[in-house]
């Protein structure tokens, strides 16, 4: 019998990881096989980058021409060197990398004025227990509405999931929610995810039954990965996205 090192944390990435294939979880998480990094990463990324110095400003201060130098900043000095590491390098092909990470942040100033968003926290990491599961996590923002209220929010750069295939993403922001919480004693009233590429926001109210979901599942997870460790045991779980899945090569279930 094989036994692994137990894991310090879960991650909301990585249950959802243990959750597509639990091989797949222990290639990236625990014997650390890297995976290749791709252009929505450095993406996703660049603009989560941008849009946390942006609003880390003062409100007066959050206009477009603030937010392009720090885009041009942010490029010059870390993002222009990332990219041509995974061969972006043609000026083509740059411009429309720049180009399509722009209007992610650009198109934030038809989703709201940012000099009136009252932010409460940006890229907060939180580090916690719940139900004596270890969980690390940062959450790209959270907000105080004009009525007082709170909400959680994450940024997507990617499509818009269509409903039978948001569950991760719903899974991640109420994670937020209930970490937040139990981390500053408050109520959270409203989840939200922004796809900026795409200007749409959608909202998720944190209810009961959204929220035993998570706890189950992260106890779940982490029963499962307790036990994996123990036995070396990580079964496969093959599907449609194997065909993403960057240790397809040396998988069992396609060997
Ligand atoms: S190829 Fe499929 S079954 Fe194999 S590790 Fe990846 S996700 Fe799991």
Known sequence: MTSLELPTHLSASSISTYEQ????????????????????????????????????????????????????????NKFKEEV????????????DFRWSAWWCVENIFSMEDPTKV??????????AEIDGVPLLGYIDRWIEEHDGSLTVADYKTGKVSKPQYEG???????????????????QVDNAEIMYV??????????????????LKLINQTWDGVVK????????????????????????????
């Open 21 to 76: 294939c639990p091989l797949r979880y222990r290639f990236s998480r625990l014997d650390k096989i890297p995976e290749p990094t791709t252009q929505p990463m450095i993406m996703g990324s660049f603009v989560h980058e941008i849009l946390e110095e942006f609003y880390a400003l003062p409100p007066e201060e959050r206009i477009i021409a603030e937010a392009r130098t720090i885009a041009r900043n942010l490029w010059e």
């Open 118 to 127: 009252k932010i409460r926290g940006i890229e907060d990491k939180f580090s």
């Open 84 to 95: 041509a590491l995974i061969g972006i390098r043609t000026d083509q092909k740059v411009n």
């Open 228 to 255: 994996g460790c123990e036995t070396g045991v990580f079964p496969t779980k093959t599907g449609p996205l194997c065909n993403w899945c960057a240790y397809k090569k040396i998988c069992p279930a396609w060997s």
């Open 197 to 214: 590429k795409f200007k749409e926001r959608k909202k998720y109210a944190p209810t009961k039954e959204r929220r035993r979901t998570v």
């Open 168 to 186: 991760d993403k719903v899974f991640q922001i109420i994670l937020y929610v209930e970490m937040l919480e139990r981390l500053n004693d408050i």
